[in-house]
């Protein structure tokens, strides 16, 4: 979903109307009604996606009806494409933390440039926090010198 969201730019879009129609507002305070604005700009945009278990599910159902699968097997897939279906319904929650992360940094790259997108993708990254914590530790970091 994430990907996808990516791909047709409807982060950069939205946070572009955002942030113009928020403008004097303290809106990076507001992260939650900046996500929910998200979710109705992207119903309003009819945005849909493909999980790789619809794919999955697809190209199994094609093998079942080649081999002529019975009924019974054709209602299982049947269900579970229901059940994925309801998965896909959950995506925003389930990406959640992952759209909440991408909106802040197209947010804050709209409000104070590369910098603050710079800024906004730093925040939380493990990778960084892994490399501070090696440099605050002389004895840690002087081993992966050797290493």
Do not use: C
């Not at 507001?30 to 619809?54: G, M």
């Amino acid at each position: 979903m994430v990907r996808e969201l990516l791909r047709k730019s409807l982060f950069f879009k939205f946070a572009t109307t955002y942030v113009a129609g928020h403008k004097g507002e303290a809106w990076g305070q507001k992260p939650e009604e900046a996500l929910e604005e998200f979710r109705k700009f992207l119903e309003a945009q009819h945005f849909d996606y493909q999980e790789e278990s619809e794919a999955k599910l697809k190209e199994l159902r094609e093998i079942a009806e080649r081999s002529h699968f019975g009924e019974e097997a054709m209602a299982s897939l049947g269900t579970l494409s229901a059940a994925f279906e309801r998965e896909k319904a959950r995506g925003f929650e389930r990406y959640r933390s992952h759209i909440e992360r991408e909106l802040a940094i197209e947010l804050m790259a709209r409000a104070k440039g590369e910098q603050g997108r710079i800024r906004a993708s730093l925040k939380n990254d493990r990778q960084l926090e892994t490399a501070i914590s090696i440099l605050k530790d002389i004895k840690v970091y002087a081993r992966k010198l050797k290493a």
